[in-house]
């Protein structure tokens, strides 16, 4: 039953809110209430149980599957990676730490709701008053939940921006909340990297996914500004083993070898903030790193078969390491062909990857912006997005090796980078970084 | 019949893309950030606004229509201002004095800039007093802008007598219309919006004032109108639901603040001077006091 043919009183939540006196609520207390009642809200316990959970209906019916926003993690994580991103970096404008504190609830509200499949609050049907604009913008009226989901993350700048301390946060930041170091080769541009608050919204419908981020940058204006945004297509990475592995811009399958949602045990070493490394707060939650990494299409189409799999040091149409035949058979980094040269490069991508024994889970998209007018080449690439314990133990030292030696970097430049931390899924009745602010 | 929705989404590359969705309608016109795009916009706001403003009936409390009497009052007042700052204006061009119609071009238009909506619904005064070049077939093209291109592109008031006395006659023809003019409540709410939505729209591109660089006076007249068609509102708004008068009190100090170092003597600094920063930090004040803005509507089914 699509949204508009459902009947008033089932609707619960997103109908029509009358107050105590009759009277209408604003759009914030609509939020409260609904959030308070969290009506039909609770699908499932959220995080790894969505995972495991997901699959087989999935298979029968693969967009109309809400997924829950409650849960020990944050969802969109863990949560197989759908087909579309819309992620928005925002800056907090506001001074007042009880401002920005209300938002983060009124947010977690909204998107409990917009996950579930509901508006934001009335879509102006009949009865709403025709002098206001309706609480929801409408655009996902008849769209079902597409396994949406809504992650939120603070950026270092939130605890801490030119020494100043700004909400009354800087002794809470986590160690590990640290900005991303500047790497050989870097051409970041500022108007696309950092900010104090992320929002990643994914969904298989991106009507749904833009839907989502549009209603919280409403919610959120003269609190928050947009700083920048990205949408992404065609998730390069498989999160999951339910999951066959997409394909990246460049044409090879990318996620093989990536961290997979059901591997519980590998999560926990790698992904999930544990007890012991603080802050309390943060347990459970995960640190994001992205990367606007531009790909240079023309270039890249331009070079031979066996120089785009050395690159890499896989096969391009099986996804095998060089010189082997399946997908997921092992990479050898020790084997070498006839003439005493390592199968998989020195250089190459995987190699280089591997080489370290850090592991994050990558959970990119394929973008593009249009065309860059400078050079009147396809402006695009990768939106790489990757979660993990500690970024400066994990991303760091990869991308270090990668940006110091990687073949791959004749057909890419990084042009955004941002660091956040994710705290943990909120339970019903709470927002997510309540405990960012509980007791301080 | 509901006013239109601006929203402005920065996508990537500095790449603008400027969706006007006319709620109600439903219609959905995305655009690029050209001048073209921005001016599209802005028709379409004046004239949802004219539509508006004519078909709207409310059941009325005292304090509505308290509301729609000083609302009335303050457009008379603007309109008579207007009346006497043309008369000097249209005299200097008349007279041949560049640098003084220069001088006057922008403090008399603050006058119409404030009342802008309602002076727009009346009659066809809109497209003589205020179209910009391209807005109306070369040969129809008068009025202020039309004044504005000679006086700064050419540096001159030369032919531009016709222009003036036409100009004249059609601010005295809108006091005619505005004495006759019965406000509704609505008029106040949507004024509002209306006027911050012209901002938001059109003027923070810099493309109103495209010859003379006199933006920032419309911007603010702009402004100041939203605010006093919501003052007028306000005691009505205060018994509704105090907590938004307050958000929206503030929100309109930090707007002003914003502007306030773009101040020069009694006017502005040229909008050229502002960077793509400094207006889209103007641009963003304006749309956190349009949101809470767009609430005040509710006082209309009390
Ligand atoms: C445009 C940029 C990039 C492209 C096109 C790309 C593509 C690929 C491909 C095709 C694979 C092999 C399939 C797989 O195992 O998933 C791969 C593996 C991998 N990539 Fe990337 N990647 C990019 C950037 C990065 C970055 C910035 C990092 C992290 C710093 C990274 C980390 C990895 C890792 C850890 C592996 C797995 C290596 C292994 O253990 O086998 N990649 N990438």
């Known amino acids: ?440 | 019949m509901r006013s239109p929705v601006l929203e402005k989404f920065v996508l990537g590359v500095g790449a603008v893309l400027a969706v006007a969705v006319v709620a109600g309608c439903g219609q959905t016109a995305p655009q690029g950030s050209g001048g073209e795009a921005g001016e599209t916009a802005a028709e379409t706001t004046a004239e949802t606004t004219a539509e508006t403003t004519a078909a709207t009936e409310v059941g009325s409390t005292p304090e509505l229509e308290a509301a729609s009497e000083s609302y009335g009052e303050y457009v008379v007042d603007e309109t008579e201002d207007l009346v006497d700052a043309t008369d000097r204006f249209t005299g200097a061009v008349i007279s041949g004095d560049v640098e003084r119609a220069k001088r006057l071009y922008a403090p008399t238009r603050v006058h119409w800039e404030r009342i802008e909506p309602v002076a727009a619904s009346l009659g066809d005064l809109d497209p003589k007093i205020d179209a910009r070049e391209g807005d109306v077939p070369e040969e129809e093209w008068g009025g202020f802008h039309r004044i504005e291109q000679a006086l700064w592109e050419e540096n001159t008031t030369e032919g531009q007598e016709e222009y003036a006395r036409v100009l004249m006659a059609d601010v005295e023809a809108l006091r005619t219309e505005v004495e006759g003019l019965d406000l509704e409540p609505s008029d106040p709410v949507v004024g509002s919006i209306e006027l911050l939505n012209e901002v938001s729209a059109g003027k923070i591109t810099g493309e109103e004032e495209r010859y003379s660089h006199t933006d920032l006076y419309s911007i603010a007249a702009n402004i100041e109108g939203s605010e006093a068609a919501f003052r007028s509102l306000e005691p009505a708004v205060e018994g509704e639901d105090p907590e938004l008068v307050q958000e929206i009190d503030d929100r309109f100090a930090d707007l002003y603040a914003t502007l306030e170092p773009y101040r020069d003597g009694d006017g502005w600094v040229p909008y050229t001077e502002l960077d793509e920063r400094e207006r889209r930090e103007l641009s963003q004040s304006v749309d956190a006091l349009a949101e809470p803005l767009s609430r005040v509507g509710q006082v209309l089914q009390a």
């Open chain 1, 1 to 440: 039953m699509s949204r508009e043919e459902r009947p008033e009183q089932e609707r619960g939540a997103s109908g029509p809110l009358d107050g105590p006196r009759g009277k209408r609520l604003s759009r914030r207390e609509a939020f409260r209430l609904a959030g308070a009642a969290g009506t039909g809200l609770a699908l499932g316990a959220g995080g790894m149980g969505v995972a495991a959970r997901g699959s087989r209906a999935e298979e029968a019916s693969p967009d109309a599957e809400a997924v829950p926003f409650y849960g020990a993690h944050q969802a969109g994580i863990a949560t197989p990676s759908q087909h579309r991103l819309h992620f928005t970096a925002f800056d907090v404008v506001t001074e007042d730490r009880d401002e920005l504190r209300d938002l983060l609830r009124e947010w977690s509200e909204a998107a409990a709701l917009m996950c579930a499949g509901e508006p934001v609050g009335d879509v102006g049907g009949a009865g709403f008053s025709p002098y206001l604009p309706p609480d929801d913008t409408g655009e996902a009226i008849g769209h079902p939940a597409s396994r949406l989901t809504i992650t939120f993350g603070f950026g270092p700048t939130l605890f801490e921006r030119d020494g100043e301390d700004r909400f009354g946060l800087a002794a809470r930041r986590p160690k590990a909340l640290a900005p991303i170091p500047p790497m050989p080769g870097d051409a970041l541009r500022p108007e696309l990297s950092g900010g104090d608050l992320c929002v990643q919204a994914c969904a298989d419908d991106p009507q749904v996914a833009f839907h989502a981020v549009r209603n919280l940058a409403r919610i959120g204006r003269g609190v928050v500004e947009m700083r920048w945004s990205q949408m992404g297509f065609g998730r390069t990475s498989s999160t999951s083993r339910q999951q066959e592995t997409g394909r990246n811009l460049f044409g090879f399958k990318d996620g093989t070898n990536n961290l997979k949602a059901e591997d519980e045990r590998a999560m926990d070493r790698n992904v999930w903030v544990g007890l012991s490394e603080g802050p309390g707060w943060m347990e459970g939650g995960t640190y994001l790193v992205s990367r606007r990494i531009r790909m240079l299409i023309e270039v890249w189409d331009r070079s031979s078969l066996d120089d785009q799999e050395k690159t890499f040091g896989r096969h391009k149409v099986s996804g095998a390491p060089i010189g082997r035949e399946g997908e997921f058979d092992a990479v050898d980094l020790e084997a070498e062909g006839e003439d005493g040269e390592p199968l998989v490069p020195e250089n190459s991508h995987v190699r280089l990857g591997a080489e370290g024994g850090e592991s994050i889970l990558r959970r990119s998209y394929s973008y593009t912006d249009g065309i860059d007018r400078e050079r009147g080449q396809l402006d695009a690439g990768l939106f790489f997005v990757c979660f993990q314990r500690d970024p400066g133990r994990q991303f760091v030292p990869m991308q270090r090796r990668m940006a110091e030696n990687d073949a791959l970097n004749e057909y890419i430049s990084h042009t955004g980078s941002a660091v956040f931390a994710l705290p943990p899924g909120a339970r019903e009745g709470g927002y997510v970084g309540e405990g960012l602010f509980a007791g301080a």
